[in-house]
């Protein structure tokens, strides 16, 4: 769910990422009809897994092949149900089945990379008629293996497809990865969030943006902090919020089912009130070295590279943080 496989930009990105860290490499690459898959095309890929997960749960028969009305996944996924809303999802659709990405995550032979698409393909199907009766698609074997792995996948809270930025819902996947295994949270160096986020951003605008993340906490079940080394060096640290009064459970956030969301309803977790101070934090969190082994803590991993604006945006950072870690 951390990883960069997703622009989280809605603009058109053609331009690939290349993040390498430790024994894990990811390339994703765009074509320039569809441009790169966005963190809001990944929705359907969670209404995808909602689904294998159910079946299976219920006992039927499960399969990569997957069939549905577009109002279903639109419903699902939180967007309108208008014409426009689905030539949104049918164009969601053809970057996630022409973006493709190259990993090496769970390969058993060291250097080994797979390749594939998000969705091997999809189509439109008709009654007899001829008029539209709903959408058909096949999910990725590598995709298909990793759903019915329970240990692979964590539920989220349904206010996840309320927030409208890309770095805010990339953000939640990562916290919701580590935050479900400590809960006296964890903390992450500015720098290292800006390289395996993936972001085309110069590093200056990716803390600014971090920042106000933090002034308006909408992260549900989780709260964000600011916490500044005595070298200089700049933290985002988090924590589970527990405003019911109750301690977060560690895989599965009230108000949801089973894996992945499927039509629950909001759960008790809730912005914190404005007047919150987030900068006021003086108790230390515990460094997120145990379950990030590619941290931003081991020096020698090589992280994200956005190649369109790798030479700018490389000056921008020495001309701009000197003094700040990596």
């Given at each position: 769910m951390a990883y960069p496989f997703f622009s989280l930009s809605k603009s058109h990105r053609t331009a690939p990422i290349d993040f390498v860290a430790g024994d894990v490499s990811i390339r994703v690459e765009a074509v320039p009809?569809?441009?790169?898959?966005?963190?809001?095309?990944?929705?359907?890929?969670?209404?995808?897994?909602?689904?294998?997960?159910?079946?299976?749960?219920?006992?039927?028969?499960?399969?990569?092949?997957?069939?549905?009305?577009p109002y279903e996944i639109l419903n699902f996924i939180g967007r309108g149900v208008g014409l426009r809303d689905y030539q949104r999802l049918k164009a969601a659709l053809d970057r996630l089945q022409s973006t493709t990405v190259a990993t090496s995550i769970r390969q058993p032979a060291e250097g080994r990379r797979h390749r594939f698409s998000w969705i091997n393909e999809?189509?439109?199907?008709?009654?007899?008629?001829?008029?539209?009766?709903?959408?058909?698609?096949?999910?990725?074997?590598?995709?298909?293996?990793?759903?019915?792995?329970?240990?692979?996948?964590?539920?989220?809270?349904?206010?996840?497809?309320?927030?409208?930025?890309?770095?805010?819902?990339?953000?939640?996947?990562?916290?919701?990865?580590?935050?479900?295994?400590?809960?006296?949270?964890?903390?992450?160096?500015?720098?290292?969030?800006?390289?395996?986020?993936?972001?085309?951003?110069?590093?200056?605008?990716?803390?600014?943006?971090?920042?106000?993340i933090i002034r308006r906490q909408p992260l549900p079940g989780y709260k964000l902090f600011v916490e500044?080394?005595?070298?200089?060096?700049?933290?985002?640290?988090?924590?589970?919020?527990?405003?019911?009064?109750?301690?977060?459970?560690g895989l599965v956030l009230s108000g949801t089912r089973t894996i992945v969301p499927s039509g629950t309803a909001r759960s008790c977790y809730r912005e914190?009130?404005?007047?919150?101070?987030?900068?006021?934090?003086?108790?230390?969190?515990?460094?997120?070295?145990?379950?990030?082994?590619?941290?931003?803590?081991?020096?020698?991993?090589?992280?994200?590279?956005?190649?369109a604006d790798r030479s700018e945006n490389t000056s921008r950072s020495l001309d701009s943080t000197s003094g700040d870690a990596e």
């Open positions: 009809d569809h441009g790169m898959a966005t963190i809001w095309d990944a929705d359907i890929l969670i209404w995808a897994a909602s689904q294998i997960v159910e079946a299976r749960d219920a006992g039927l028969r499960t399969s990569r092949l997957m069939a549905a009305t999809w189509q439109e199907r008709t009654d007899r008629n001829g008029r539209p009766a709903g959408i058909e698609l096949i999910v990725p074997d590598w995709f298909y293996r990793a759903v019915l792995d329970d240990a692979l996948v964590l539920t989220i809270d349904r206010a996840y497809f309320d927030l409208t930025g890309g770095l805010d819902r990339w953000l939640y996947r990562l916290v919701r990865k580590h935050g479900g295994r400590q809960r006296r949270g964890w903390r992450f160096d500015f720098r290292h969030l800006h390289q395996k986020s993936g972001s085309l951003s110069p590093f200056k605008r990716f803390a600014f943006e971090l920042r106000d500044v080394e005595i070298g200089g060096r700049v933290l985002l640290a988090f924590e589970p919020s527990t405003p019911c009064g109750q301690t977060v459970d914190p009130k404005p007047g919150v101070s987030a900068e006021k934090q003086s108790r230390n969190r515990t460094l997120n070295l145990e379950s990030n082994q590619e941290s931003n803590f081991r020096r020698s991993a090589r992280d994200v590279e956005n190649i």
